[in-house]
């Protein structure tokens, strides 16, 4: 049977970089494509990283029970995991990988039990990760205290998750996340 990874840390902890990585090393593993309303950064691309939506468009899908879950993370900006690329993939026979914030972590895994994995990544502090946020460049200082302080409140929900992974030397943490995923989709 498919298997669901649902995957959650503060922004700046290095899971886009470790979701990347996982792709490239474990087979049949797919990415569920989040819809959003906030706008492209830096070099992303409409149905890659998200499907870009207007709030409009967005509240449409909201309207026709297109989410399994959707949220708004931060003022004005919504975030959904759509029906159609989790239902169908699995149904195929393809292991998904879904990248959500904490509360969507949480109803996903309610919806799926045990044939979804929740995996939470953590900086090593919140000092380091404002520093590889100013560093990535993409966000502007505002945007960056904005996400600081979201940080500090998903943190206090690790202990909620199947799995957690401190992302402090990189390479540690890629072996870590590959090994705990080939495990738990080679588990009955
Ligand atoms: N272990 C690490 N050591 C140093 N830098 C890292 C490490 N892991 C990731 N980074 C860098 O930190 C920055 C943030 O990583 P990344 O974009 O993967 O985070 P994210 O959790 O996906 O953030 P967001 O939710 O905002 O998209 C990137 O510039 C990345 O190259
Ligand atoms: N509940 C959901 N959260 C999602 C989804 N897609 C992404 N996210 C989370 O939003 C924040 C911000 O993401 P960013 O790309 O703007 O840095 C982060 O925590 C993501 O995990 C989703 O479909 N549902």
Do not use: W
């Amino acid at each position: 049977m498919a298997k669901l990874l649902i995957i959650s840390a503060p922004s700046g902890s290095g899971k886009s970089t470790l979701i990347g990585h996982l792709m490239g090393q474990v087979e049949n593993l797919h990415f569920s494509v989040s819809a959003t309303s906030r706008a492209p950064r830096g070099t992303e691309k409409d149905g890659v990283e998200y499907y870009f939506l207007t709030p409009e468009e967005f509240r449409e899908k909201i309207a026709k029970n297109e989410f399994l879950e959707y949220c708004e993370v931060y003022e004005d900006k919504f975030y959904g995991t759509l029906k159609s690329e989790v239902d169908q993939k699995l149904k195929k026979g393809k292991n998904v990988v879904c990248d959500v914030d904490v509360i969507g972590a949480e109803n996903i895994k309610k919806i799926y039990g045990k044939r979804a994995l929740s995996v939470f990544i953590a900086p090593p502090s919140i000092q380091v990760l404002r520093q590889r946020l100013v560093k990535r460049g993409t966000d502007t200082l505002e945007v960056i205290e904005d996400r600081i302080r979201r940080a500090e409140y998903e943190m206090s929900f690790a202990d909620k998750f199947d799995k957690r992974i401190i992302n402090d030397d990189l390479e540690t943490a890629k072996a870590e996340i590959v090994e705990t995923v080939v495990d738990f989709i080679n588990s009955k």
